[in-house]
Each structure stands twice: as C-alpha cells, then as structure tokens.
C-alpha cells in the first residue's frame, strides 16, 4: 500500500543499515580505545607528577634532617619518586583497564542485541516484501545505476534482467511506457510522485508506484489480482479516455470548422475558437454565456424534429457569416446525455460544384456541336455521355443510350446491326479493345465500316477512371487527301503539257515553278531556268527577247511594296513577232504566278474579226431597219384592206351580190391570215434581233386559256371540233407575259384544229409541277412521225400529213421562242395513229438572267 513504504525497504536498504551500524560500532570502539588511553595518559602523568612531588617532599625532608641525620642524595630521591609514579599510575591503569573492559562487554552487548533488532527487521521486510508479487526500482544518490528488487509473475510479461525490464518500450504498450518514462523523469527531477496503472504487451495491467526520500527514488511494481485487474483495465481505459477526450477537444478547439457541444436541456455547454470568432463573440466563454447561436432558428428546430427519429442529423444549411450567407455542411449527434455538432464551410466547394456544372453543361453543349462523335464511360464501364453527332454516326435510338448501357453491350448491339465490320475472333478483339479502361495512355483504332465509312477512333482513359471514346469520321478527308494528291498529279501533268506559259515565284522572288511553255514561249535555255533562280536573271535573259519588255513591271509586282504588288493583264510583243498575252496574279500565300499565252494568231484573227464586226454591226443595223420599216410597211396596207373589207361588209354600205359578199370574206380571211403570218415573222424577227421584251406580271390562268379558247372557237365550230379544257390541278396565277402566253395556247390550239378528225375533241390542260406551271394540247390526228419530229420546229417547214390548211409553218417556231424566253421548255409526245402532246412548261417565276435574255 502507498503508506507502507518504509517498512517495506528492500534488502539494499536493510544491508545499509546494517553497514552502518557495523561502521558504527567501529567508531565506538575506537573512540573507548582513544578514551581508555587518554585516561591511561592522564593517570600515569597525575602519577608521575605524584611521584615526582613526593621525592621532592623526601628531598625536602632529608635537607632538613640532614641537619640531623646522615644525608641521602638526590638521584636517589629522584628515582625512588619516579619508581612510586610509575607504579602508581600501572595501578591506576590497572583499575581503569579493569573498569573500561567491563564498560565494553556491556556495549558489546548491547550491540549484538541492535544487530539482531536489525536482522529481524530485514527478515520482516523481505517477508512483506514477498507477500506480494511486486518488483522495486531503487536510485540511490550515490549510485546512477538503479537496483532491481522483488520478482513478477511470468504472465505478466515483465523480463528478469535489469537491462530488460527498465527497457519499457519492449514489454509495455507504447502508451504505457511513454507515460511511465514521462512520470518517472518527473519523479527524479522535480520530486513528483506518481501512481498509474499500466499495461504490458501481454495485456496483464500493473499498479506503479513512485516516491522520493532523501537518498533514494523507489518505483514499485505491483502485480494485481484478477478483480483489480479489471479495475485496473477500466482506470486504463478511463484515463485513455480521458486522454482521448481531451485531445479531441484541443483538435476541435485547433479547427477553423465551428464546433459545439449542448447539455441534455439544448444549452451551450462547450464551443470552439471557431464557434467564437463565427457568432463574433469576443472569446469562448462569452459565446457560452450569452448563449449566441451559429445556426438559425428554424435550422435548429430541423435538428431537433430529426433527431427524434435518428440520432445523427447531416444535412447542408446555410446562415450568415460577417454580412455573408454561407452553406455548411452541419453534422449533429444526439443522445441522452446531450448533443454535439460540427459544421464545414462548404461554400467555395459549392461556388466550385455550380462552376464545375456550369463548365460541364457548357462543354456537353459545345461537344453538341461538334461533327466529331464523343461518348464518356464512366468506371463502370456505363455510358454517360454522348453528344448528337454520336447517336447520329451509330443512328442508334436516343431510349438505348438514356438507358446507360455498358461498353461491351453498345459494341454488341452494333455488331448485330451491322453497323461495324466482323472479326475473325470478336470476343478477343472487343477484350482488346475494352483493355483501354486499364491503360494509362491514349489508344487509337482504325475501324472501316460495312458502309464504306473509314473511322478513327481514339480511346482517351480519364484520371478518375473510365474512358472518353472519339470517333472521327475521315471518309471524307481520306477521299479528299486522295483527289488531291490526284488533283496534283494531274495538275502537274497539265502544267507540263499545257500551252500555257506558267512561272511561280515565292515572297523573295525566286522560282519557285514553271513549265516547258514558259521556257519555250521566251526561248530561254532549261539550265537558265531552274527553281529558286531570282525574277532579276530571268529579267536580264527575257528583256533581250522583248522589243518593249514588262519585265520591270513584273519584279516591282513580285518583290515590290503594297502598293505595286497588284495584278496585271496585259500583252507584249516580241522582237520575232510573236505576241504574248501575260496575266500576273497573286496568291493567298504571297507568291506571285504569272501566265504567259502565245495570242499572235488570235490578233491577227481579231483584227479580221473587228473588220468583220464592223460588217455585221452595218447589216444588224440594216435588219433592225428592216424589221421596223416592213412592221409598218407591211402591217398598214393590211390593216386598210382588213378594214375596208369590213366596211363592205357592213349592209350600210350598200347591197352586195352573194357572190361579191364571198369575195369580200375571201379577201378578209385571207388578209387576216396574211397578217398573222406578218405578225409571226415580225415576232421571229424581233426575237432573233434581240430586241423583244416581255412583259412580265401576275397572270391568271383561267382568263388566259378563255381567251385563247375564244379565237379558235369559229374553227373549232366550223369542223364540230369540242375542246375540253382540265384545269382542276392548276394554279390560280404565275408570273408571265399574258400576251405571249395567250398567243402560245392560240397557236397550240390552232395546231391541233388543223390535224384533229371531225368532230373530236382537244384536250387542253394545265397543271402545277415542281418546277413550274404545265400547259399540254392533245389531238387525235394521225400524229408525227419520227423524222418529222426532227424538224418540227424550224421555220417555213410546213406540214401537209392530214392537216387541213397549208400555213407557213411558224407556228410551232413562235411557240418554241416564247417558251424558251420565259425560260421555259417545250416536248413533243406523239406516234403513228396515237394523236399528238404539245407540252409546255413554264417557271412559277421567271429569271432575271431569263428577262434580260428576252430584253
């Protein structure tokens, strides 16, 4: 027990104590000894002195008596006294030696009976000593070196050998022997005495003990019972508690996370640094005191209702920091005793997930975009993501790749689609494949579709995981890389054999290209004409050959500043008559190719030409003035003679005979129809001048056809000819000339009158097609013909084959013209006793390029 410890003093302190009382009863000896002989001294010189005094008293006396008597001499007297002196101080010393000899035995005594005291005492504390199953560490002042006392049973773990045991660390757990080291130092240092309670390797617990005295530091050992070693199991675990509990207050209290603790009733009962500076509370205990809250009201009542159900509350709230609203990420826990909670500022982490949001919608909305497909796996190997351009090269429906199918399941679906070619071993190759998930470098394939399709794909392993799939679809650059490299070398045979002079020169002048007509155009040696020879020498060679030379020109166009680097056209004539005809045009890479065409004989053509122009441009004159002399010419007499016979014709001018009355209807159709031939001619000439406008408007289809209708309507009656008109699929209106296009249908439809049978019917329709308005005339005559149908269209080509009247055969021609001005085009369909299909077709809207053409 604690208040036994000196009577429990080991062996050393009893074999001390004996040493000292054996060193004590030395010194007691010695000091009889020094004492005895002092007295001895004393004695003899008292006797000496004594004896000395009584010769000098007998000297005296026998002075005196020598009066009296025979005299006795000094030396005798003086050794008689000194004999009575020693002899009296042998007696004295006798009696003394007697006397302190008796002295000692009874000392000597006395000793013996201490020593035994002493030796039973050591045998009582080794026997207390023994009692128990402990072991005493003794540091004397003297000695640095520490005894080893008492023994510990073997279960307890605790080596035999001094060196051993005081090796805490190997027999004790590292918190227990940091804890006895640190007491022990305490203990030796500044006098702290300790008691714990300790646990070896073997998790047997021990108590210790440490005092200091005077002269010694013990530290006792004591091996516990098994009751007392599960309390001692519990001390431990309580004061590693305690240890732990403390500790994890001082992380808390270290944390820039706010952190409290409530009592039972909801009231602050410990609260961080955190906490403090977060409710601007001036310290700790003053935001215990006033009771400051971090979180809200109502964010606190959700804690509440929740842990009515559940002991642990974690959940995102947000409250108000120095004037700002932040989100934390609240974790409370609730028991019977109280709760505690713990709240991280997450609000970078959130403005950091809404930017990484934002970052990810905004790259899957640009990844939309692109013609290249992209497809994310994730770790799992399942679908994430995949852009349009994906769905659209797989053309896969969007339910499929929503539902996040893993990679193998996406390539087997293609692979029973036929959407990418088989392989001769498909479990290897789709394993092979799928190994980009477990590599750590980029992968690319080449795969060539079934379709024709030539795909890159490249397999990209993400850092966290899972694979970003590219599939570049390079048909189409394949195929242009393979025309252009087609197109070069077709392009440089060109070159080679074109007639065309072509030289290429770069932005510092020199050649860079040319071809053999380059160098046989200016008659320039090939070795004096290679590549990378400066426009100055092919300058100072080319000007010997020009008798007015635009070389000068030329290299202030090549190697020139902005301003004098233009492109030129022009010609120059060489000193042998020949005439080059030069264009210099720069490139988009600052090069300059200059092209060089041998024009002699297209001058020399061209100055006959002008001459001949001039011829023609005489005579188109002359036809103009003709066309326009013959329309009023021609078209005047006519319409008097229309008119008179009109005018004979009325009963107002006077009684005609029936056969003056044939004559003048005679005379009028035959001058109607000799005008319309005029017309037609005139029409034809205008047409073919150049010169004929058309007049293009909204026209309506319906009045179109009635009015055409109207002018055959006598020669359809005269021959009991019915016309059946299909309009029904029509449009209500198109741009056109409603004059020409009456005059189409008239002449159509007169056509048809000619070669129909008697009382048949023409068929006239008109329909909307995609690319215009279509107008068709159908009869039952015997048709065309296909040698016929060659020549339908040329002028003056009447034809007799079961038509009824012989016209002038431009009919057909005026239609053509019309047609084709309003850009439109005309089809005959017939054949041997089928009728005949006149088939027009008209532009919803007609051209511009088609106006001017008519203009």
């Excluded at 054996?22 to 020094?34: D, E, I, L, P, V």
């Excluded at 109280?338 to 970052?359: H, K």
């Excluded at 909305?365 to 659209?392: G, P």
């Amino acid at each position: 027990m604690p208040g036994e410890y000196p009577p429990r003093a080991g062996t050393a302190v009893s074999g001390g104590h004996e040493d000292s009382i054996k060193t004590g009863s030395a010194a007691s000896g010695g000091g009889f000894r020094w004492r005895a002989g002092a007295r001895l001294g004393t004695l003899l010189a008292a006797s000496t002195l004594a004896g000395l005094l009584l010769g000098l008293a007998a000297h005296a006396e026998t002075g005196i008596a020598q009066k009296t008597a025979p005299a006795v001499s000094t030396v005798e007297v003086m050794q008689l006294a000194m004999f009575v002196g020693v002899m009296g101080a042998a007696l004295v010393s006798a009696i003394f030696l007697i006397r302190e000899r008796a002295r000692t035995a009874a000392q000597n005594a006395e000793l013996r009976a201490r020593i035994a005291d002493v030796n039973a005492a050591l045998q009582r504390s080794e026997a207390l000593l023994n009692l128990r199953d402990q072991r005493v560490v003794v540091w004397t002042s003297e000695n640095k070196k520490p005894e080893l006392i008492g023994s510990l049973p073997l279960e307890s773990g605790a080596p035999d050998e001094r060196s051993a045991f005081l090796a805490f660390g190997r027999w004790l757990m590292p918190r227990s022997a940091a804890a006895l080291e640190n007491a022990i130092a305490a203990l030796r240092d500044g006098s702290k005495a300790f008691d714990l309670v300790i646990e070896t390797q073997a998790g047997v617990p021990l108590e210790v003990h440490g005092r200091k005295s005077a002269a010694h530091v013990l530290v006792r050992f004591i091996s516990l019972s098994e009751t007392l070693r599960n309390q001692a199991r519990l001390k431990i675990e309580n004061q590693r508690l305690g240890t732990d509990y403390d500790t994890m207050l001082g992380l808390l209290d270290a944390l820039k996370m706010p952190a409290w603790l409530r009592a039972a009733d909801g009231r602050l009962k410990w609260v961080n640094r955190a906490y403090a500076e977060a409710v601007e509370a001036g310290s700790v205990e003053v935001a215990i005191r006033e009771a400051k809250e971090f979180l809200g009201g109502q964010a606190r009542e959700q804690i509440a209702e929740q842990h009515k159900s559940r002991p642990v509350f974690e959940q995102t709230l947000s409250t108000v920091i120095e004037g700002d609203r932040r989100m934390f990420a609240v974790t409370d826990f609730a028991d019977a005793d109280g709760s505690a909670g713990l709240a991280c500022d997450i609000s970078a982490i959130e403005t950091i997930r809404a930017e990484y949001e934002r970052t990810v919608r905004s790259h899957a909305d640009t990844l939309d975009q692109l013609n290249t497909a992209v497809a994310i796996f994730d770790t799992d190997e399942k679908l994430r993501f995949f852009n349009q351009a994906f769905q659209k090269l797989w053309n896969l429906d969007s339910g499929f790749l929503h539902s996040a199918p893993d990679n193998a399941l996406l390539l087997d679906r293609l692979r029973s689609e036929g959407k990418i070619a088989e392989q001769p071993e498909w479990r290897r190759w789709k394993e092979n494949l799928l190994g980009a998930y477990r590599a750590v470098e980029s992968q690319e394939h080449w795969w060539h579709l079934p379709d024709g399709k030539t795909i890159r794909v490249v397999a990209n392993p993400q850092p966290k995981g899972g694979v970003t799939w590219v599939f570049e679809n390079l048909t189409e650059k394949i195929d242009l890389e393979s025309r252009y490299r087609t197109a070069v070398r077709v392009q440089g045979e060109t070159l080679d054999n074109l007639a065309e002079g072509v030289a290429v020169f770069g932005p510092d002048g020199r050649l860079r290209l040319s071809n053999p007509a380059f160098i046989a155009l200016w008659g320039l040696a090939p070795d004096a004409i290679k590549p990378n020879v400066h426009v100055s020498a092919i300058r100072d060679l080319c000007d010997q050959r020009a008798a007015d030379s635009p070389w000068g020109g030329f290299v202030a166009a090549i190697t020139g500043f902005d301003d004098e680097r233009r492109d030129r056209h022009g010609q120059t004539e060489l000193v042998d008559g020949t005439v080059l005809s030069y264009a210099v045009i720069h490139l988009p890479n600052g090069q300059v190719m200059m092209t060089f065409v041998d024009v002699t004989d297209t001058v020399n053509v061209e100055r006959a030409l002008k001459d001949r122009n001039e011829a023609l441009e005489r005579s188109d004159q002359l036809k103009n003035e003709f066309v326009q002399h013959v329309s009023y010419e021609l078209r005047s007499p006519l319409t008097n003679i229309i008119g008179f016979t009109e005018l004979l014709s009325l009963p107002s001018t006077g009684p005609l005979t029936p056969k003056q009355r044939e004559y003048v209807e005679h005379v009028g159709s035959s001058s109607s129809v000799l005008l319309t031939i005029v017309n037609d001619i005139l029409d034809l000439a205008t047409v073919d001048a150049g010169i004929m406008q058309l007049d293009i408007s909204e026209m309506s289809i319906d009045r179109t056809i009635a009015a055409a209708a109207e002018l055959v309507a006598d020669r359809l009656e005269e021959h009991s000819i019915k016309l059946r008109v299909d309009a029904a699929s029509a449009p209500k209106s198109f741009h056109g000339d409603e004059i020409r296009v009456r005059q189409i249908l008239y002449n159509l439809l007169s056509n048809a009158a000619n070669y129909a049978p008697e009382a048949s019917t023409i068929t006239l329709t008109c329909r909307q097609l995609a690319e215009g308005v279509e107008f068709s005339v159908h009869d039952d005559g015997p048709g065309m013909p296909p040698d016929v149908l060659e020549s339908v269209f040329r002028r003056f080509e009447p034809r007799a084959n079961g038509g009824r009247r012989r016209g002038a055969g431009l009919g057909l021609s005026i239609v053509k013209s019309f047609v084709e001005l309003h850009g439109g085009t005309v089809r005959i369909e017939t054949g041997m006793d089928k009728g005949t299909t006149v088939i027009c077709t008209f532009p919803d809207t007609p051209s511009g390029g088609i106006r001017e053409a008519a203009e």
